[in-house]
């Protein structure tokens, strides 16, 4: 985009700004879920596992919300189009043109960052589970996956 390759004629950029707002309204829908679920099994473990446990699930929440609204910052500052599949296409976004926010980053490199980010911390949470499963054997991996065995 920044090369004025217009793009709606770019399929990967259709599909990732696709995606990434369905993986934002899928986040809506989760946050909705864990508001009005039954309570999450408690499960034994080192006070620092569980510090540590919740520190990465609240920064994978904060990036599951701040990347989509980068991209859009990045979008509307920068006056490019969201275009989705279907040939939806918006192409001015002048409230967060407009914005004062707009001008504080280059949100395109700020998205990156957190999308590289997400990326590490979901890969250290997945490793976490393994760990979990075949070393500690405590039915953490079990009771995130919704077939799993229900500990309290």
Request: aromatic residues 8%; glycine residues 8%; proline residues 4%.
């Amino acid at each position: 985009m920044r090369q004025g390759v217009d793009p709606a004629t770019r399929s990967d950029i259709v599909w990732h700004e696709s995606l990434g707002l369905l993986v934002l309204l899928l986040t809506l829908l989760r946050l909705i879920w864990v508001a009005f679920r039954p309570a999450a099994p408690q499960l034994q473990m080192a006070s620092w596992m569980q510090m540590m446990a919740k520190l990465v699930h609240l920064a994978l929440w904060t990036l599951m919300f701040a990347l989509p609204a980068t991209a859009l910052l990045a979008l509307g500052s920068e006056g490019h189009a969201l275009t989705l599949l279907g040939g939806i296409r918006v192409d001015q976004m002048p409230l967060i043109a407009q914005a004062g926010i707009a001008k504080w980053a280059d949100w395109g490199s700020v998205h990156q960052f957190l999308g590289d980010t997400i990326m590490v911390l979901v890969g250290l949470h997945a490793a976490a589970a393994i760990f979990h499963h075949f070393v500690l054997k405590d039915g953490v991996l079990l009771s995130m996956l919704p077939w799993g065995r229900r500990q309290r």
